[in-house]
């Protein structure tokens, strides 16, 4: 085996298993939900761990998933009050979320999501992009951007209208509404849903096919049907431009408010345009 190559992550954990399966980690952090959140650090190494993998002879297979109650829990607030503050914080997690999107497209290792709980922002993005996604059916599939007051960036546009259709997804996205497990595997956003004692072992189940896969014909394959969304990424470049515009008015610092003091927003003042 070569040296590791994510010894110098903090904010994610690794697991090896056979036949070339990594397990991916989301830990729990400061969340008090019991939930992982992208906070500065996070996040940069969620966008960067896919360049790793792509990278590494040692890895056949994927397994991301999250630690506690849910999969993942958004985006740290403390983050986004710093990007609403700061240009420069601004920018490199426009890079950075930019990177994230292309970066889970172009890992030619094929990626397996098992999302148990809530499942939201920078961890979803790894969720819904994953080459084969599967969802405990107690899940709740939440895009909570335009609930904090700026646009659905992400992978949003890229991917949720491929999957679902645009109907659905302007329904789920316009309104934030939550999709469960079932809905999400009814209406495609998800490949798979079972129940949440089942989830793990049916994505290493998975993963582990995969993994004992024909290596070019799996990863030429994944390769050729990205280019459905690499054929969407002007779209997916706008939706990100504008959601970080976003962050620079003064809905954003309702979104924040109102999460803060657990209360419905109060989105009434006049638009711009």
């Known amino acids: 085996m070569s040296q590791d190559p994510y010894q110098h992550y903090s904010s994610l ?47 056949r297979a994927v397994v991301i998933r999250g630690e506690g109650k849910g999969f993942s829990g958004g985006g740290d607030l403390s983050l986004v009050e710093d990007m609403a503050d700061n240009f420069d914080v601004r920018a490199r997690v426009w890079r950075e979320a930019r990177d994230l999107v292309y970066n889970v497209i172009n890992c030619s290792k094929p990626i397996v999501s098992a999302m148990h709980g809530p499942a939201v922002g920078a961890g979803l993005v790894a969720g819904l992009l994953a080459d084969i996604s599967i969802a405990a059916k107690t899940a709740r599939i939440i895009d909570g951007h335009t609930r904090l007051g700026v646009a659905a960036g992400d992978h949003a546009a ?19 509404e939550p999709v469960s497990g079932e809905e999400a595997e009814r209406i495609g956003l998800v490949s798979l849903t079972v129940d949440e004692a089942d989830l793990l072992p ?8 995969l993994a004992r896969g024909s290596t070019t014909a799996i990863r030429w394959t994944k390769y050729a049907l990205n ?47």
């Open 13 to 59: 954990q690794f697991k090896r298993h056979p036949n070339g399966v990594l397990e991916v980690i989301m830990g729990a952090g400061a969340n008090k939900s019991g939930l992982s959140t992208a906070d500065h650090h996070m996040h940069r190494e969620l966008a960067d761990v896919w360049r790793d993998i792509d990278r590494d002879p040692d890895t």
């Open 227 to 273: 280019n459905w969304l690499r054929s969407a990424g002007p779209s997916f470049d706008a939706s990100l431009a504008l959601e970080f515009m976003g962050f620079a008015g003064p809905d954003v610092r309702e979104g924040i408010a109102s999460l803060r003091e657990r209360r419905a927003p109060d989105y009434s003042g006049d638009a711009p345009f």
């Open 202 to 209: 049916k994505a290493f189940e998975v993963a582990d096919k």
């Open 158 to 176: 890229i991917v949720w209208p491929l999957l679902c259709g645009m109907a659905k997804a302007k329904y789920y996205l316009l309104l934030c």
